[in-house]
């Protein structure tokens, strides 16, 4: 059973940092591609990013060159570093577990709870 937990979001200013974190509880961690997407309100959910299990990344167009995902198969964790925040970044930022590094939703089949990220002065 792939459990995930979220942390690291909060209240940042344009142009500030924050880094997220996803710890996977699951034993298939290293197996898995980890992905973020993220929903902002009134809208629907976004593909961010996402990591294989070989380390291949993706990004979405709005964040690329900003954001950097990462992950630590000896701590069962993905990271996501955003930099150079904007207020359009503002949103519930939730990680997920699939078989592979896909833009999608439906390829993700475990999800986290989510954690607010906002932006603003």
């Known amino acids: 059973q792939v459990q995930l937990v979220e942390s690291g979001g909060g209240l940042v200013q344009p142009g500030g940092s924050l880094k997220l974190s996803c710890t996977d509880s699951?034993?298939?961690?290293?197996?898995?591609?980890m992905g973020w997407f993220r929903q902002a309100p009134g809208k629907e959910r976004e593909f961010v990013a996402t990591?294989?299990?070989?380390?291949?990344?993706v990004y979405g167009d709005s964040v690329k060159g900003r954001f950097t995902i990462s992950r630590d198969n000896t701590k069962n964790t993905v990271y996501l570093q955003m930099n150079r925040l904007k207020p359009e970044d503002t949103a519930v930022y939730y990680c997920?577990?699939?078989?592979?590094?896909?833009?999608?939703?439906?390829?993700?089949?475990?999800w986290g709870q989510g954690t607010q990220v906002t932006v603003s002065s």
């Open positions: 997920a577990a699939g078989n592979g590094a896909a833009r999608v939703e439906r390829e993700y089949e475990f």
């Open positions: 699951g034993r298939t961690f290293s197996s898995n591609a």
């Open positions: 990591i294989g299990w070989s380390g291949i990344t």
